[in-house]
């Protein structure tokens, strides 16, 4: 069963630093795309950043370009985006987000979710 | 970048209705479009991929048609479970744009 798991949400302060992670089981980690997509309360959905199975291809949305970098561990089966500088416009919940077998932007699963607010 | 819109914003339908959602791109994406069902609380659902192929366990109520700049999905007879948040989203580069939403709700 592939599963995906976000943590490492919370609170923080305008300017302030957070990391995301993303526990995934059930298929071969690098073998797929990963990305995050974030929902600000009661808003639609914004593609944040993806990063290809090897790793080496990396993506950012010009929102956050610059302030945020994803990266992916395999040993760990794990996701990361660690966020700097936010801003309050950042808050939302984060989802991580498994690119399918049809592509890297098709996403087949997706987590629960992690709610991140920035406070102005 | 890519833009997507999405109309109506807001569809009232009753169940058993046939619900037809609108996304037009701003420049060609070919075929490369796909839907998601979003209900309250939930996390996004994945329903159909390049712009009519069905995701595994959808539905057959659920159909996509469209390529270039203009897409469908129908919903042939809306069920109770089907009022939910629906969006399109571009994957013919990166970013992978999402469209609005449009929202079904009951009539």
């Known amino acids: ?120 | 970048e890519t833009v997507l819109t999405q109309s109506p914003a807001t569809l009232s339908l009753s169940p058993g209705d046939r619900a037809t959602l609108s996304c037009r791109a701003s420049q060609s994406v070919g075929t490369f479009l796909a839907w998601y069902q979003q209900k309250p609380g939930q996390s996004p659902r994945l329903l159909i991929y390049d712009a009519s192929n069905r995701a595994t366990g959808i539905p057959a109520r659920f159909s996509g048609s469209g390529s270039g700049t203009d897409f469908t999905l129908t919903i042939s007879s809306l069920e109770p479970e089907d009022f939910a948040v629906y969006y399109c989203q571009q994957r013919s580069n990166w970013p992978g744009t999402f469209g609005p939403g449009t929202k079904v709700d009951i009539k």
């Open chain 1, 1 to 120: 069963e592939v599963q995906l798991v976000e943590s490492g949400g919370g609170l923080v302060q305008s300017g302030g630093s957070l990391r995301l992670s993303c526990a995934v089981s059930g298929f071969t980690f690098r073998s797929y795309a990963l990305s995050w997509v974030r929902q600000a309360p009661g808003k639609g959905l914004e593609w944040v950043s993806g990063i290809s199975g090897s790793g080496a291809g990396t993506y950012y949305a010009d929102s956050v370009k610059g302030r945020f970098t994803i990266s992916r561990d395999t040993s760990k089966n794990t996701l990361y985006l660690q966020m700097n500088s936010l801003r309050a416009a950042d808050t939302a919940i984060y989802y991580c987000a498994k690119g399918s077998f049809y592509g890297d932007l098709i996403f087949d699963f997706w987590g629960q979710g992690t709610l991140v607010t920035v406070s102005s």
